[in-house]
């Protein structure tokens, strides 16, 4: 079975830019997760997905940070304006059964 | 409010037995999980107890004891490809907390 899929794999961009970053999911997971790694630490969660309704957002910073998921399979999550702490690698997961998640490669965004 | 806390690293020799430790403190508890992260990788799944006791699988165990808010990771036989980070978390309500990982370094 084909894992969780995300691109770009690497995103530099300075501070202000704007960037987006994709999440295919694995076939038939209905819950989707986007998890923010800073350096040294353990992910946070940024927001989660049941199909394509928002189950728990409560950690996305909203005036810059967004995400959808229109037909309950791919998502896209945005920065705009990025800044210099968003610099960190953002985790895609999924599950079938909100319980054991399998996370995609992530994508590491540096902002400069 | 909610905190969980590991060991930030150890070290331990090929061969050797290592036990990791993880505490928590949650007012909504649905289950512990421990994740292994490879430096530059994905976190893959290792073990879940949502129940007290010990959970074996191959050369991984994970114990839970939810009155002591407390787990821990023994890995067993270990291998130059255990060298990783394990994150410890905990689910509560739908969401995972994780720890900030314990940074496992074998040694021939």
């Known amino acids: 079975e084909a894992g969780v899929a995300q691109s770009p794999r690497y995103k530099i961009i300075e501070k202000r830019q704007s960037v987006a970053f994709w999440c295919n999911p694995i076939?038939?997971?209905?819950?989707l997760y986007w998890y923010q790694q800073i350096l040294g630490q353990g992910p946070k969660l940024l927001i989660q997905f049941q199909n394509n309704g928002v189950v728990d957002d409560s950690q996305l910073p909203k005036d810059r940070f967004s995400a959808e998921r229109l037909k309950g399979v791919d998502s896209t999550l945005k920065i705009q304006p990025a800044k210099l702490e968003d610099s960190a690698v953002y985790l895609c997961a999924s599950s079938w059964d909100s319980y054991e998640q399998y996370f995609g490669p992530g994508t590491r965004l540096t902002v400069t | 409010g909610q905190n969980i806390d590991q060991p930030t690293e150890m070290t331990a020799t090929e061969g050797a037995i290592v036990q990791i430790n993880c505490t928590y403190q949650t007012s909504g508890f649905n289950g512990l999980f421990w994740y292994q992260q490879h430096a530059g990788e994905a976190p893959t799944f290792l073990s879940y107890?949502?129940?007290?006791g010990l959970e074996e699988k191959g050369r991984f165990s994970s114990f839970l004891s939810r009155s002591k808010g407390y787990s821990y990771l023994l890995l067993k036989e270990l291998q130059m490809k255990d060298s990783a980070s394990y994150l410890c978390?905990?689910?509560?309500?739908?969401?995972?907390?994780f720890g900030k990982g314990t940074s496992l370094l074998v040694t021939p």
């Open positions: 076939s038939g997971h209905a819950t």
């Open positions: 107890n949502v129940l007290d």
């Open positions: 978390a905990f689910l509560s309500g739908y969401a995972l907390n």
